[in-house]
C-alpha cells in the first residue's frame, strides 16, 4: 500500500518466536514480538510507532480502568496455501471500530493510522502467522482513554494499539446453549451494538451461571420480555426454520457481525431465503418440536461457525438435528475456511493480502 503517515519501528532484541510452536499454541498466553501504538492527542493523531510487546503505563485515575472507556476489534489473519498473508475484511472491522468510537465518546480514526499500522506490524510480525491446518493469527485493536482524570466526561486523550497472538486449529464442539430469561446483555438505546468493554464484563456472571447448569452458552434474549433471541456469548446466532435462514435484524442491541453479513451474502449467493427477522422463544421452541428447525448455529470470528447441538429453556433441553445433515451451515463453513486459505475466487473482495 502507499504509505500516508510515517511510523517509527523500534525493533524487539529478544524475539520470542522460538517459543512458538504452531501444533501446540496455548490460547491467548502468547503475543507476538510487536505492538503497534498510535495517539491521539491535542485533537490530532500522531505519533505512530511500533514497539517490542510489552507492558504500558496507566494513571489510576485512568477513565479506562475506572469507567470502561474502552472499545475494541477482533479479527484473523490467515497464512494461505501460496504462503501469502490474508486477511478477512479487516476494514470492516476498522469501519466498525469507528461506530463503537462515535457511540463512546471516542475520536474518529483515519483509515490510514489504523490499516498502515496493521500492515506494518503484521509485515514485522509474519513469522508468527502459524502454518499448521486450521491455525491462524488472532489481531486485536484496541481504542482506550489515555486521560488522568477521575471525572466522568468525555476524554481527552486516546492510545489506539494493535496486538496480535497466534491461535491453535480452532474446530468448535458443537455448543449446548441455554436461553437466557432474567439477565440482560444490551437494551434498546444502550450501547449492545457498540464493541466495547462494559459489554462483556457484565456478560461474565450470566454466563457463569449458565456453565455451572452444564451450558457452554447462553442465547440472549431481548430486554423487555425475553422473549425474542438476539445474539450468544460473541458470536450472532442464525436458525433454518422451514428452509428460511433466520437471524435477528442487526438492531442496536447486537453486535453487527462480520461474519453474520458474509453468512447473510453467501445465503443469498447459495439461492437461499433469508429473514432478519427476530426468532421468538416460542416460535423456536415450536419449530424444535415439530422438526421444522434443520439448523441452528453461531456466527463469530473465533469459530467462524459454531454449530448449536442442544437448546435449554426453563429446565428443559431440547436436542437438535445431527449436525452432518445440516447441509447450509456445512456448505457455508467450507467455503469461508477456503475462502480465507486462499483456496477459492474472492467474490466478494473480502481477502486483504498483507
Ligand atoms: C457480542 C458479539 N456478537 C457477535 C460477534 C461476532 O462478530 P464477528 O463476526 O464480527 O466476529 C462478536 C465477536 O466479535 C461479539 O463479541
Not at 106 to 114: G, K, L, R, T
Not at 233 to 253: C, E
Not at 300 to 322: C, F, M, R, V, W
Request: aromatic share 10%.
Amino acid at each position: 500500500m502507499a504509505e500516508v503517515i510515517n511510523i517509527d519501528i523500534q525493533k524487539t532484541q529478544n524475539s520470542r518466536i522460538e517459543t512458538l510452536d504452531a501444533k501446540n499454541i496455548p490460547f491467548g498466553k502468547l503475543y507476538s514480538d510487536h505492538m503497534y501504538i498510535a495517539d491521539f492527542r491535542d485533537g490530532a493523531w500522531g505519533n505512530s510507532r511500533i514497539l517490542p510487546y510489552g507492558e504500558i503505563l496507566m494513571s489510576p485515575a485512568s477513565p479506562t480502568i475506572n469507567y470502561a472507556h474502552s472499545i475494541f476489534e477482533g479479527m484473523k489473519g490467515y497464512r494461505s496455501v501460496n504462503n501469502e498473508l490474508l486477511l478477512f475484511r479487516p476494514i470492516d472491522n476498522f469501519k466498525r471500530l469507528n461506530v463503537s468510537a462515535e457511540r463512546m465518546c471516542m475520536p474518529q480514526i483515519p483509515e490510514e493510522v489504523f490499516m498502515e499500522g496493521l500492515d506494518a506490524l503484521l509485515k514485522l510480525d509474519k513469522d508468527w502467522f502459524p502454518d499448521e491446518p486450521g491455525t491462524s493469527l488472532y489481531i486485536r485493536p484496541i481504542l482506550f482513554s489515555k486521560d488522568d482524570y477521575i471525572g466522568i466526561k468525555p476524554s481527552d486523550k486516546f492510545d489506539l494499539m494493535i496486538i496480535t497472538c497466534p491461535v491453535g486449529a480452532y474446530y468448535s464442539e458443537p455448543v449446548s446453549v441455554k436461553v437466557e430469561t432474567e439477565y440482560t446483555r444490551a437494551a434498546a438505546g444502550g450501547t449492545g451494538s457498540a464493541k466495547t468493554a462494559g459489554n462483556y464484563a457484565a456478560s461474565l456472571y450470566p454466563a457463569l451461571l449458565a456453565q455451572k447448569q452444564g451450558f457452554d452458552q447462553l442465547l440472549w434474549t431481548d430486554g423487555v420480555h425475553h422473549e425474542y433471541i438476539e445474539e450468544s456469548g460473541t458470536m450472532n446466532v442464525m436458525f433454518v426454520i422451514d428452509g428460511v435462514l433466520r437471524t435477528a435484524p442487526a438492531s442496536d442491541t447486537i453486535l453487527h457481525g462480520i461474519t453474520r453479513d458474509s453468512v447473510l451474502t453467501l445465503a443469498q449467493d447459495f439461492g437461499m431465503e433469508v429473514e432478519e427477522k427476530a426468532v421468538s422463544v416460542t416460535e423456536l421452541i415450536d419449530a424444535i418440536k415439530t422438526g421444522r428447525l434443520t439448523e441452528a448455529f453461531g456466527t463469530g470470528t473465533a469459530a467462524t461457525i459454531a454449530q448449536i447441538k442442544s437448546i435449554g429453556h426453563n429446565g428443559d433441553l431440547y436436542e437438535l438435528p445431527d449436525v452432518p445433515s445440516r447441509e447450509f451451515s456445512n456448505k457455508t463453513l467450507q467455503y469461508l475456511d477456503d475462502l480465507k486459505l486462499g483456496k477459492i475466487e474472492d467474490k466478494h473482495g473480502w481477502i486483504y493480502k498483507v
